[in-house]
Structures are given as structure tokens and as C-alpha cells.
């Protein structure tokens, strides 16, 4: 069983940074694959970023690329989402989630433990 704790979230003006982390308790993350999604409100749940177990892959949403980046260290059990140049439609609820796997992926149902989420709003 894997525990995941989000924080870092907030209330920023666009244009703004924020980083999330995502730190972990009862297993190592070293053996799985994470995965940021976020969740606005009357939208479905969307995939953000993902990271292999080892941390040689990424793969990120075309809404994200070249602003946000996933990042992790195992060694402090800890998963990361440095966000730069935030907009207003980045606001949501943001999770992140293990898979057993290795490798990343982007389909939320095939993740298998969740954190409780952070909020992340963003003014104009």
C-alpha cells in the first residue's frame, strides 16, 4: 500500500511559478511510475505529466510542455511538478498518482493509489 500526500498548491496571479510535491509513505516510489492529473471543476480528470520509475522518461500534455516539469527523487520518496508561467486555465485540483509499472503512462484508470489532491487557482 502506497500513501501520497500533494502539497504545495495555492492562489497565484498568472505568470506566476508554483512547485507541487507529492511525498509518499509505506512503500518506496523508486518502483513505481508517477503521474501528475488535474481535475477542474465540470471537467473530467486529464492527464498532466508522467515520469518512468527511474526517472530517464517524461512525457507531458501539449497544454504543459515547455512550462511544466515532473521531476522526482527517491532517494526523499518525493515526486515533483515545477509549474512556470501559469495561466488561468491551469486552475484545478491537482493529483498525483503510482503505477506499478515502469514505464509512463497516461490513463488515469490504470494507475493504481492517489493522493487527496492540492488546489492550484490561478487569477487573471
Known amino acids: 500500500q502506497v500513501q501520497l500526500v500533494e502539497s504545495g498548491g495555492g492562489l497565484v496571479q498568472a505568470g506566476a511559478s508554483l512547485r507541487l510535491s507529492c511525498a509518499a509513505s509505506g512503500r518506496t516510489l523508486s518502483k513505481y511510475a508517477m503521474g501528475w492529473f488535474r481535475q477542474a471543476p465540470g471537467k473530467e480528470r486529464e492527464f498532466v505529466a508522467g515520469?518512468?520509475?527511474?526517472?530517464?522518461?517524461?512525457y507531458y500534455a501539449d497544454s504543459v510542455k515547455g512550462r511544466f516539469t515532473i521531476s522526482r527523487d527517491n532517494g526523499k520518496n518525493t515526486v515533483y511538478l515545477r509549474m512556470n508561467s501559469l495561466k488561468p486555465e491551469d486552475t484545478a485540483v491537482y493529483y498525483c498518482a503510482a503505477d506499478r509499472g515502469v514505464g509512463v503512462v497516461t490513463t488515469s484508470d490504470l494507475y493504481d493509489y492517489w493522493g487527496q489532491g492540492t488546489q492550484v487557482t490561478v487569477s487573471s
Open positions: 515520469i518512468s520509475w527511474s526517472g530517464g522518461s517524461t
